[in-house]
């Protein structure tokens, strides 16, 4: 596994924070650098790549340990 | 005919109740996190939320200045569209989403801002309701009307009236 250029920490945030906090630090990675998002907030499991799909940021791995959700992006 | 951009949106905030600023705002900042273009045109009584906080009273003569006391400008004003209760149905509300983590719509509506999401005032309900640019909150877009709303929604592939 590459190196996390960056981890947003989204836990304990609700919807839309998660996917507004992603789109806000994808802005200061260059691209292919990788970015790992974690959250509680259960709509995050759809809507973290929905996001990634519709910004064409590649979601590389999705993860969940004891209630929380980890994704980890490439920045297009 | 002309093709709709699938990456452009546009809201018309028609009302001003809390309830529906929280949809209003999460859409629109949410579009603009999936780098969407995103236009929000504040209308009727859409347009008094985005008055800033601390000015109590707008109007330029007995009926909109009573109106504005009916309906006390502000986003942190706004009241739900049901469950009212002499604003305990707001504050209540205020409360569970806070205990949720749900953002408040005026912290959203910044995020927004900060995502690009172009805030416009309807001009028309600035010369109705007697609404001051210098009475609303910072960051807007220039006043516009509905022939510059409608040109733009014939040009969004999703178009909302909240």
């Not at chain 1, 924070?17 to 959250?39: C, F, H, N, Y």
């Not at chain 2, 707008?58 to 049901?82: C, I, Q, R, Y």
């Not at chain 2, 009212?84 to 509300?93: E, Q």
């Amino acid at each position: 596994m590459d190196t996390i250029d960056k981890v947003v920490d989204a836990r304990g945030q609700n919807c839309p924070m998660p996917v507004l906090m992603a789109a806000k630090a994808a802005k200061e990675l260059t691209s292919g650098q990788l970015m790992r998002i974690d959250a509680t907030d259960n709509g995050a499991r759809s809507d973290i790549p929905a996001w990634a799909s519709q910004t064409g940021n590649e979601l590389v791995e999705s993860s969940e340990d004891q209630g929380v959700l980890s994704f980890v992006i490439r920045k297009k | 005919m002309q093709e709709k951009d699938p990456e452009m949106m546009t809201i018309i905030a028609f009302s001003g109740d809390l309830d529906k600023l929280w949809p209003t705002m999460i859409l629109s900042s949410t579009a603009a996190a999936n780098g969407m273009d995103v236009a929000v045109f504040y209308t009727f009584w859409g347009l008094f939320p985005l008055v800033r906080d601390d000015v109590r009273f707008t109007g330029n003569d007995a009926m909109t200045k009573m109106l504005a006391g009916m309906n006390a400008p502000g986003m942190k004003k706004a009241h739900l569209s049901k469950l009212k209760m002499a604003g305990m149905g707001r504050w209540m509300m205020r409360k569970v989403a806070k205990k949720n983590n749900l953002m408040a719509p005026e912290d959203l509506f910044a995020m927004g801002q900060e995502m690009g999401v172009q805030m416009w005032p309807c001009q028309m309900t600035m010369d109705l309701l007697g609404i001051e640019a210098d009475q609303m909150v910072d960051g807007l877009g220039p006043p516009i009307g509905a022939a510059t709303a409608l040109a733009r929604m014939s040009k969004s592939s999703i178009s909302l009236f909240i």
